[in-house]
């Protein structure tokens, strides 16, 4: 008996949401990082059992001198074939991209770390893009105060 296999790899990019739809609210949260060097996390989404959904917690960049990195998960991203060929925007706003990669706890989720430009204050609810490689990841939805 001669049997072939083949093996067919998706390389596709998805950033994971809150509600697991692949739209609408990123399944996310910020890492703030003062001045002094004191970090904190902070969710971006709450469950509102009133409305049986996830809502947004609006996002403080805070002062200037506080650096607030969006932290995002979804899969096929860790395959990019350098951290300059990631782009990221924010309420069309380039974002930089830290990070591209494996999570490092789950096997299979991958991470991305993007630092929140100050000029989004007050913006309210924007998109998040992601490109890697000149494809297109699923575009999320984040809240900023």
């Known amino acids: 008996m001669n049997h072939s296999y083949s093996m067919v790899f998706d390389f596709s990019k998805h950033l994971f949401t809150a509600d697991a739809s692949g739209r609408g609210l990123a399944a996310a949260y ?9 970090q904190a996390s902070e969710p971006i989404a709450q469950f509102d059992s009133t409305q049986n959904r ?7 960049l805070g002062a200037a001198t506080d650096q607030v990195i969006l932290i995002l998960f979804g899969n096929g991203l860790r395959y ?6 990631v782009i990221a925007q924010v309420g069309g706003a380039a974002a ?13 989720l991958d ?14 609810e924007v998109d998040v ?9 699923n575009t999320v939805r984040i809240s900023i105060k």
Do not use: C, H, M, W
């Open 54 to 60: 996830f809502v947004a917690r609006p996002i403080d």
């Open 30 to 38: 910020v890492l703030r990082i003062k001045a002094d060097g004191s």
């Open 129 to 137: 893009t992601l490109t890697v490689d000149g494809q297109a990841a």
């Open 111 to 124: 991470q991305v770390n993007l630092l929140l430009p100050n000029s989004l204050v007050e913006r309210g």
């Open 80 to 85: 990019r074939s350098s951290l300059t060929a």
């Open 96 to 108: 930089t991209v830290g990070y591209v990669g494996l999570q490092g706890d789950f096997v299979g």
